[in-house]
């Protein structure tokens, strides 16, 4: 007979729905890292077998694939700024490249498991909405898309790749020996030694590749 606190004769939870299983593994994979998600695991934490888990949501990748899309619908839901649709794709930009820093171990999961498109679908919807508003449309919102979006995940691989943590995000270092480098000024091989500032490199890189793509006279009237 179940207890009044809504487990069964086994100690299980009854009656756990599947937005709980996947809000409790996304918290999981925030918390512990993309390895710590395994069905065993997240069944205990939730109270339930690990059965209960593969009825709601089925296995192990369709688990993943199911917690990259809600984060996905989460960071999607997140308000875009700017007065003109230029703004509104550079600020959409920097959405992307800010929350795949912020949640990074669901970004990590995400591509670990082929799952990245899921990640910032909604956010990229949200981009092509804004360059069409800016008279981009058909085939030149597609290469818009696909070189704003080249820009930011590229940007994304190299601060994932260092591991920073978002206190050390501000540098990284660029290391050049004098092997082969010798032709170059002496004042180039110095700074190349020197930490950049991977935040500022991203904002001029984005700045630079959104000018390019989106046209500023129609961006300037596109909200007036």
Do not use: K
């Amino acid at each position: 007979m179940a207890s009044g606190n809504g487990a069964n004769g086994t100690g299980r939870r009854a009656g756990i729905e599947a937005d709980e299983i996947l809000d409790r593994a996304l918290a999981l994979v925030e918390a512990e890292g993309a390895e710590a998600l395994t069905m065993r695991r997240l069944a205990t934490e939730l109270g339930v077998a690990t059965t209960t888990i593969y009825w709601h949501i089925g296995n192990r990748d369709e688990l993943v694939t199911a917690v990259v899309r809600r984060h996905g619908e989460r960071v999607g839901r997140t308000p875009v700024a700017g007065d003109t649709a230029r703004e509104r794709v550079l600020d959409v930009a920097r959405l992307i490249w800010r929350t795949s820093l912020e949640h990074r171990e669901v970004t990590r999961l995400a591509a670990e498991h082929g799952a990245s498109t899921l990640h910032a679908r909604r956010l990229e919807l949200t981009m092509a909405r804004e360059l069409e508003a800016t008279g981009v449309i058909g085939a030149a919102a597609r290469d818009a898309m696909r070189a704003i979006t080249a820009c930011v995940g590229g940007f994304i691989v190299a601060a994932l790749r260092a591991d920073l943590t978002p206190e050390a995000l501000q540098r990284t270092t660029v290391l050049v020996d004098d092997d082969g480098a010798s032709d170059l000024d002496p004042a180039t091989r110095e700074a190349l030694t020197e930490p950049a500032e991977l935040p500022a490199v991203f904002e001029a890189t984005l700045r630079a590749v959104v000018d390019s793509v989106v046209p500023a006279d129609l961006s300037a009237n596109a909200y007036l």
